[in-house]
C-alpha cells in the first residue's frame, strides 16, 4: 500500500482555505494528476470535472483546471453533480480520469478533491501515492476556461431506466438531498417514475451543504414522512453517493440494512454473484448471520467505500458497501451512488409487496455502541501505552460473542471506536473502557 501525506479515505479533504484546500494547492494536484495519466499512456487528454454545491468549489475548480491546461490536457466540467454521474459521464465518453471537488458528508466549510480512473473507479492507495509524487513544487498562477459536458442529463436518463416506466405512480416519497449534488437528479428521477416527492434540504446556497439535513441529519426526513404520510424516504449527503432511508413509520435505516434487504432478495432470486456481499469491518455482525443464513458469504474489507469496490473486482462480486450508506451495485455503476441504492431497494418494495418496515426485520442487529473522539493528535495506536492492552483484553472476553473495533477517522481528526456483543449492558461497559483508555493515552478535545 502506497504511503501518502494528503490523500484519506476519500481523497484530499480540508477546511477551505487550508494548506491542502486552497487554489495553489488545487492547481498542483491537478498538474500532478495529468502527469500520472501521462505516465500511464492515456489515449485521451479529456479530464471530467464534477462538484457539489459549495460556495467554494467552483474557484477550486478553476485552479485545478490550470494546472490541467499546464500538462496540456483539456478540463471539461461537468457542473455540479453527484459523484457518481463523473463515474457515468467516464463509462459513456473516453476521459483520460475524472474529478469531483467535494467534501462529501463534511460541513460546508469544508471542500475535497477526488479523482477516478478512466473507467469511472476510485484510485487505489497506490496510484494516489504516485500522485503525490508528482506534485510540482509549486503552482502557476492562471486558471482556465472549461468547456462543459451535460452529465446530468445522462446520470438522470440512466438512473430513470432502472425501474419500469410510472413504476411509482401513487408513491409518496421523501427526499432529504443535504441541499446537495443530489437536489435536481434524485428529485427529476423520482418524480419521472411516477411518485409524489415532498422534499427538504433541497435548496443550496453555497453554504447550507449538509447543515443539519441529509444521511448524517436524518431526523428531519423521519418526521416528513410521518407528516406526509410517505411510504419512504430517501436521505443524501453533499456528493449524493449515500442512502440513508426510513420506513413509513419514520424509522431509519442505515447502510447495513439496505444493503441486507438487497443481498437477501438477490439471493432469493438467483442474481448475487458468487453469493458474496462485501462489507467493511465497520458493519454490523448481524449482516454475516443474516446472509450465511440464507446460504450466502459475507467478505469484509478496510473502511472506506473504494477498499470494497476493490474486493468486489477482485471477487467478481457485484453487490457491497459500507454502514454508512455508502452502496455499491456493481451491475449499475463501479461506485456507491444514493439514488440507485434507492431505486434498488424500491425494486424489492414493488416485487415483494412488502412494506420496508417489513423488509428490515430480516437484519436483527448485535448490540453496538460506538464513540467518536476528536483528538488533538493521531499517535500510532500501537505505540499507546494503554488502549492496546484494553482492546486485547475486551477481544478475548467477547470471543466469538462480539468485536472491538477502533480506527482513527480517514477524513477528521477523530479516534472512532465500536463495540458489539451479546448485551445492551456488555457492550456500553466495554465502551466506556475504551474512552476512559482513550483519554489515558490522548489529549481528547
Given amino acids: 500500500m502506497g504511503s501518502r ?71 471539461v466540467s461537468l457542473g455540479i453533480v453527484p459523484t457518481p454521474a463523473v463515474s457515468l459521464a467516464l463509462r459513456n465518453a473516453p476521459a483520460a480520469f475524472g474529478v469531483v471537488i467535494t467534501a462529501s458528508h463534511n460541513p460546508a466549510a469544508d471542500n475535497g478533491i477526488k479523482f477516478f480512473g478512466p473507467q469511472g473507479i476510485k484510485l487505489t492507495d497506490d496510484e494516489e501515492a504516485r500522485i503525490e509524487a508528482l506534485l510540482p513544487e509549486t503552482a502557476g ?47 427529476a428521477v423520482l418524480t419521472q417514475l411516477g411518485a409524489e416527492v415532498a422534499t427538504i434540504g433541497c435548496a443550496p446556497d453555497g453554504k447550507n451543504i449538509n447543515d443539519r439535513v441529509g444521511s448524517q441529519h436524518p431526523e428531519q426526513m423521519a418526521a416528513a414522512v410521518r407528516a406526509h404520510g410517505a411510504r419512504l424516504g430517501i436521505a443524501h449527503d453533499g456528493d449524493a453517493d449515500r442512502c440513508v432511508l426510513c420506513d413509513e413509520n419514520g424509522d431509519i435505516l442505515d447502510g447495513d440494512e ?66 454508512s450508506g455508502h452502496v455499491i451495485c456493481a451491475d449499475v455503476s463501479p ?18 409487496g412488502q412494506p420496508l418496515s417489513a423488509l428490515r426485520r430480516q437484519l436483527r442487529k448485535f448490540p453496538q455502541v ?8 493521531k499517535k500510532p495506536l500501537e505505540k499507546l501505552p494503554t488502549l492496546p492492552a484494553t482492546i486485547a483484553a475486551l477481544e478475548r472476553e467477547l470471543g466469538s460473542q462480539g468485536r472491538v473495533l477502533v480506527r482513527y477517522s480517514g477524513t477528521e481528526p477523530k479516534l472512532r471506536l465500536l463495540v458489539e456483543g451479546p448485551t445492551d449492558a456488555v457492550v456500553s461497559a466495554a465502551l466506556d473502557r475504551l474512552v476512559a483508555a482513550t483519554r489515558a493515552d490522548l489529549e481528547v478535545v
Fill in 258 to 323: 439496505i444493503l441486507t434487504v438487497l443481498a437477501l432478495h438477490a439471493l432469493k432470486s438467483g442474481r448475487l454473484a458468487r453469493g458474496q456481499l462485501v462489507i467493511t469491518v465497520q458493519s454490523n455482525l448481524g449482516v454475516d448471520a443474516a446472509v450465511t443464513a440464507a446460504g450466502g458469504n459475507v467478505a469484509r474489507t478496510p473502511v472506506g467505500d473504494r477498499y470494497v469496490i476493490e474486493r468486489m473486482l477482485a471477487d467478481g462480486a457485484t453487490l457491497g458497501g459500507e454502514s
Fill in 335 to 352: 461506485t456507491g451512488d444514493g439514488l440507485v441504492a434507492a431505486l434498488k431497494v424500491l425494486e424489492v418494495m414493488l416485487a415483494t
Fill in 370 to 377: 460506538t464513540a467518536a473522539l476528536t483528538v488533538r493528535e
Fill in 141 to 187: 498562477s492562471a486558471n482556465a476556461a472549461l468547456e462543459h459536458y451535460d452529465a446530468r442529463t445522462l446520470y438522470v436518463a440512466t438512473a430513470a431506466r432502472l425501474l419500469p416506466a410510472h413504476a411509482l405512480r401513487g408513491w409518496r416519497i421523501v427526499l432529504d438531498a443535504a441541499h446537495g449534488a443530489g437536489c435536481h437528479t434524485s428529485h
Fill in 5 to 75: 501525506k494528503y490523500f484519506g479515505t476519500d481523497g484530499v479533504r480540508g477546511t477551505y482555505g487550508s494548506a491542502i484546500m486552497n487554489e495553489a494547492f488545487a492547481w498542483r494536484l491537478g498538474a500532478a494528476a495529468a502527469r500520472f495519466a501521462r505516465e500511464k499512456g492515456t489515449a485521451s487528454q479529456v479530464v471530467y470535472i464534477g462538484r457539489d454545491t459549495r460556495a467554494s468549489g467552483a474557484s477550486l475548480e478553476a485552479a485545478l483546471a490550470g494546472g490541467l491546461v499546464a500538462e496540456d490536457f483539456k478540463p
